[in-house]
């Protein structure tokens, strides 16, 4: 079945290393997106792209960069990372910009930066 | 610029009694909508969406809901709780040209008590 997959699911870092977190879709979608899910602001999106080569901005991407070098893998950077961005950390795919918009989530990766 | 209102981040119901988790949003036009569905660590999953026709949208495990235009509204209502419906539900619209991004509210957690 297809599916999609983070990792890692828990990460414990500390302030200012860098971390990267993995994504990787095998529905061959061309939409992928970053969220992170805080207590109180439910999910806010980080960065999406909607094929390779092709990479935006979303509402809180300062201290975040993705790159899409092909269709199944959409990795998340944390250039140096702040205890600010301790979070949980989704990545979903969706068909393409003419579908209805359903997206499908991985399961998450928890984030604790010390 | 789109908002999605959920009203209530808390909502308790008894088991057998009626569920309804209210949902407003803002779009200057016809928007997409749907419903997600989020058990404790897991990702989150769709319970229903509404793009055009019926206004009245059935979903999985007895849930629907219904787009009020005239309101602005697409609330989610069950008829009857069950234990397992205990989660956390986010409401989320998309529309036009951004079909492949979703804007979702700031989600309400369902507690059922036996």
């Known amino acids: 079945d297809a599916e999609i997959t983070q990792s890692p699911r828990h990460k414990i870092t500390e302030t200012g290393r860098q971390v990267t977190l993995a994504c990787h879709q095998t529905w061959n979608h061309n939409n992928m997106f970053w969220y992170r899910q805080d207590l109180g602001h439910g999910l806010r999106l980080i960065h999406y792209s909607y094929g390779v080569q092709d990479t935006n901005k979303g509402e809180v991407s300062d201290g975040y960069s993705v790159s899409r070098s092909n269709t199944e893998d959409l990795p998340l950077t944390l250039e140096s990372a702040a205890s600010s961005q301790t979070s949980v950390y989704f990545c979903a795919s969706s068909r393409d910009r003419r579908g209805t918009g359903e997206l499908f989530f991985g399961e998450g990766s928890r984030l604790t930066v010390l | 610029a789109q908002s999605v209102t959920q009203l209530g981040s808390h909502v308790s119901v008894s088991e057998g009694a009626l569920v309804l988790l209210r949902c407003n949003y803002s779009?200057?036009?016809?928007?997409?909508l749907f419903w997600y569905v989020q058990y404790p660590n897991q990702g989150l999953q769709l319970l229903l969406k509404y793009t055009t026709g019926a206004t009245l949208v059935k979903g999985i495990n007895g849930f629907e809901a219904e787009f009020k235009k005239s309101e602005t509204s697409f609330h989610l209502t069950k008829p009857s709780a069950h234990m397992s419906d205990a989660a956390e539900y986010f409401c989320a619209v998309a529309r036009g040209s951004t079909l492949g991004r979703l804007y979702f509210g700031r989600g309400t957690q369902l507690t059922v008590w036996p």
């Open positions: 779009s200057s036009v016809p928007p997409y």
